[in-house]
């Protein structure tokens, strides 16, 4: 099986024809949320800023669809994982009650609901509810034995113990949205990716759930966050993502 690759495909295509049984170490998913098209609209639009209005094609589907959808992708990576394997699946309050149900009928056992609280979001336009200012990441596990490098994650916590002896790590992250050098833009200032993920988000979660020379997998690449962050850690990378232009984007970063 090829490593070290990015396909440009749909994801549940391209791992059950390109990634072999049970040979995925870790997988990290950030699917679509299902959160465009609901009639939002930014006015004097920052897109291209830190805050970026999601309208994507390939963001909007009906609820049926989605769930359908969210069992199909789910199942495929089930198919790829080893037994002793990690999946994360980065959500929000839009689809985390799908991405759950799923997990639960795969006969997954979560280990952790990481909440990611994003210091700079967006502030609310409707005034009507609370700022939304969380996104979740839900760690799941197929049987015992999973990887977890408890001390490796301590030393990279920033929270210091009160002494400033290392600290273990809370399922509470607190991460800025992507911005300034790490924002990928292109030449007219504008966002390459509406939601490029924290390369510090991928850091621990790498370095928690696998070793050198494992095989880190994401269906959903974007921008190339996972391969990136895998490659500078020395594990094998294996990325797919069905836009022809996100699919080039990642692949040049990965020429860095
Ligand atoms: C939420 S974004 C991922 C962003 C990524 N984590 C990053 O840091 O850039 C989801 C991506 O999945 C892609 N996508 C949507 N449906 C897909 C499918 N069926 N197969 C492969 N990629 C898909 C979209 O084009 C989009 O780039």
Request: glycine content about 8%; some cysteine; aromatic content about 10%.
């Amino acid at each position: 099986m090829k490593t070290n690759i990015i396909y440009n495909g749909d994801c549940i295509d391209t791992l059950n024809k390109k990634v072999e049984e049970k040979s995925i170490d870790l997988v990290f998913a950030d699917p679509p949320y299902n959160l465009s098209g609901n009639g939002l609209h930014w006015k004097g639009n920052k897109t291209g800023g830190d805050w970026y209005m999601v309208d994507e094609e390939w963001d909007k589907m009906s609820a049926p669809e989605y769930l359908q959808f969210t069992r199909k992708w789910l199942g495929a990576c089930d198919r790829a994982l080893k037994d002793k394997g990690s999946i994360y699946v980065a959500c929000s309050y839009h689809n985390i009650a799908e991405v759950m149900i799923v997990l639960k009928q795969l006969d997954y056992k979560v280990n952790n609901v990481i909440t990611w609280y994003k210091t700079n979001a967006m502030p609310n336009m409707t005034r009507r509810v609370f700022t939304h200012s969380t996104e979740f990441v839900i760690w799941a596990v197929k049987g015992s034995g999973w990887t977890f490098n408890y001390e490796e994650i301590k030393k990279i916590n920033p929270n210091k113990q009160k002494d400033g002896n290392l600290k273990q790590m809370r399922d509470f992250w607190e991460l800025p949205l992507v911005q300034g050098k790490e924002r990928l833009r292109g030449d007219n200032g504008r966002a390459l990716h509406p939601t490029q993920k924290p390369e510090e988000m991928l850091t621990r979660i790498i370095l928690a759930s696998s070793n050198k020379g494992d095989i880190v997998l994401d269906p959903f690449l974007g921008s190339g966050t996972t391969t990136y962050v895998a490659k500078k850690y020395g594990r094998k990378w294996i990325g797919i993502e069905q836009d022809k232009e996100y699919a080039r984007i990642a692949k040049q970063r990965m020429k860095k």
